[in-house]
């Protein structure tokens, strides 16, 4: 009681009697009832982690390998997502292997009707067989049903109709957030025991860091779009891949660093890709937007060097760069060591401190025949990679969980 009144008398210090007493009043009347939870995380309050829900009917069903039901349940998504894109693309894969997929899009969708929404996929991602659901009530029984982001795996974990239980992970999404609500509920689906798919050895490590079985694929390109079949003849320009709104791409970073760039050797022409907008900075630069794949593949094979940066996963562009023989510059971190190993001789990892970052593209431009090493050495060591490969992975990692 004591503050209530000590609150009062400052107000009629600063305020006057009249103000106190109308906002005393004011107060007294004030909206008491309890407030509800914000809605988007209703779903997670009865979530229990230990609790493992799977239909014992459903357990004893015999399982046919060669010819799954899969149920695939994904956030909404947009025209151009990279993460739907791989989503999508295994899908397709494992529709081709004899699968079966349907998809469950969580929370609904954006473009209207699930019918709408499988019009979009077929038209701007890939042509599927699946059944799509706007919904994810009573979905059908499945032999496997696969979680695609950190809300789709609490549908996932409760889910009662599925042999075996699955999270195919592409990110370390706790760290999408800063540290707080959103953050542990994004950890805490690492803490559900589901099999977890990844896109790399850092995730599969992560993973297993939580106590979870984990198998990995390696993110690969298409050979037919990203190649050197087409020759042309590099020019003096650098490839910045700029997403500012993305923080996990390090564009401060990126911009500090490639200011000093432009500094030390103002003939070499910046260019920008992967945002319409054009962000303020310091040195002058060409913004190119958005591109098609075949137009990037282009853009690739007449650069001198093509910049990357992740500062969690790692992303197809150093794939798909190396594949055209373009030089690549990514970052330097666990994740990306994970991937492409400490010490290689076919891209270049930089510290994130700026100036060194500067170094690094600095030393490239000047070294050409270092620039010829490593877009030779980039071209044998992509050879490796498959699309259809790292399918047979994702298809083999489905059918282990159900033994």
């Given at each position: 009681?004591?503050?209530?009144?000590?609150?009062?008398?400052?107000?009629?210090k600063?305020?006057?009697?009249?103000?106190?007493?109308?906002?005393?009043?004011?107060?007294?009347?004030?909206?008491?009832?309890?407030?509800?939870?914000?809605?988007?995380?209703?779903?997670?309050?009865?979530?229990?982690?230990?609790?493992?829900?799977?239909?014992?009917?459903?357990?004893?069903?015999?399982?046919?390998?060669?010819?799954?039901?899969?149920?695939w349940?994904?956030?909404?998504?947009?025209i151009?997502?990279?993460?739907?894109?791989?989503?999508?693309?295994?899908?397709?894969?494992?529709?081709s292997?004899?699968?079966?997929?349907?998809?469950?899009?969580?929370?609904?969708?954006?473009?209207?009707?699930?019918?709408?929404?499988?019009?979009?996929?077929?038209?701007?991602?890939?042509?599927?067989q699946?059944?799509?659901?706007?919904?994810?009530?009573?979905?059908?029984?499945?032999?496997?049903?696969?979680?695609?982001s950190?809300?789709?795996?609490?549908?996932?974990?409760?889910?009662?109709?599925?042999?075996?239980?699955?999270?195919?992970?592409?990110?370390?999404?706790?760290?999408?957030f800063?540290?707080?609500?959103?953050?542990i509920?994004?950890?805490?689906t690492?803490?559900?025991g589901?099999?977890?798919i990844?896109?790399?050895?850092?995730?599969?490590?992560?993973?297993?860091?939580?106590?979870?079985?984990?198998?990995?694929?390696?993110?690969?390109?298409?050979?037919?779009?990203?190649?050197?079949?087409?020759?042309?003849?590099?020019?003096?320009?650098?490839?910045?891949?700029?997403r500012?709104?993305?923080?996990r791409?390090?564009?401060?970073?990126a911009?500090?660093?490639?200011?000093?760039?432009?500094?030390?050797?103002p003939?070499?022409?910046?260019?920008?890709?992967?945002?319409?907008?054009?962000?303020?900075?310091?040195?002058?630069?060409?913004?190119?937007?958005?591109?098609?794949?075949?137009?990037?593949?282009?853009?690739?094979?007449?650069?001198?060097?093509?910049?990357?940066?992740?500062?969690?996963?790692?992303?197809?562009?150093?794939?798909?760069?190396?594949?055209?023989?373009?030089?690549?510059?990514?970052?330097?971190?666990?994740?990306?060591?994970?991937?492409?190993?400490?010490?290689?001789?076919?891209?270049?990892?930089s510290?994130?401190?700026?100036?060194?970052?500067?170094?690094?593209i600095?030393?490239?431009?000047e070294?050409?025949?270092?620039?010829?090493?490593?877009?030779?050495?980039?071209l044998?060591?992509?050879?490796?990679?498959?699309?259809?490969?790292?399918?047979?992975?994702?298809?083999?990692?489905?059918?282990?969980?159900?033994?």
């Amino acid at each position: 009681m004591f503050r209530y009144m000590k609150k009062f008398f400052q107000i009629v210090k600063k305020q006057g009697l009249l103000i106190a007493v109308k906002k005393t009043v004011a107060w007294s009347k004030r909206d008491k009832r309890p407030r509800e939870v914000v809605l988007p995380y209703n779903f997670i309050g009865d979530v229990s982690l230990s609790e493992k829900k799977i239909s014992k009917e459903v357990k004893k069903e015999k399982v046919f390998k060669d010819h799954l039901t899969i149920n695939w349940v994904i956030p909404d998504f947009y025209i151009g997502s990279g993460g739907h894109f791989n989503i999508f693309r295994a899908i397709q894969y494992l529709e081709s292997f004899g699968h079966k997929c349907n998809i469950y899009i969580y929370g609904g969708t954006s473009f209207g009707t699930a019918k709408d929404a499988k019009i979009v996929i077929n038209e701007n991602f890939f042509e599927l067989q699946a059944d799509i659901f706007d919904n994810c009530e009573d979905m059908v029984d499945s032999d496997a049903v696969i979680a695609t982001s950190w809300e789709t795996a609490y549908i996932v974990h409760e889910n009662e109709n599925s042999k075996a239980k699955y999270y195919f992970v592409q990110d370390f999404e706790p760290l999408f957030f800063p540290m707080g609500s959103q953050y542990i509920f994004a950890e805490n689906t690492y803490k559900m025991g589901l099999n977890c798919i990844t896109a790399g050895k850092w995730l599969t490590k992560k993973m297993q860091e939580y106590g979870n079985n984990s198998t990995y694929y390696d993110l690969a390109y298409d050979p037919e779009i990203y190649n050197t079949k087409v020759k042309a003849k590099r020019k003096p320009q650098i490839l910045y891949y700029c997403r500012q709104i993305t923080p996990r791409r390090g564009f401060e970073i990126a911009m500090l660093a490639l200011e000093q760039v432009k500094k030390k050797h103002p003939e070499i022409e910046i260019i920008f890709i992967g945002q319409k907008e054009s962000p303020e900075v310091t040195f002058e630069y060409t913004n190119g937007g958005v591109f098609t794949h075949e137009e990037l593949a282009d853009l690739y094979r007449e650069s001198m060097i093509g910049i990357s940066l992740s500062l969690t996963n790692y992303s197809l562009l150093p794939q798909e760069m190396m594949a055209c023989g373009l030089p690549v510059v990514e970052a330097d971190g666990d994740n990306t060591r994970a991937v492409f190993g400490q010490d290689n001789d076919y891209i270049t990892l930089s510290s994130l401190n700026p100036k060194d970052m500067a170094k690094v593209i600095n030393d490239l431009i000047e070294n050409e025949d270092k620039r010829k090493i490593l877009s030779d050495n980039a071209l044998k060591q992509v050879k490796n990679l498959s699309w259809e490969k790292s399918a047979r992975i994702i298809e083999q990692a489905i059918k282990d969980g159900l033994k």
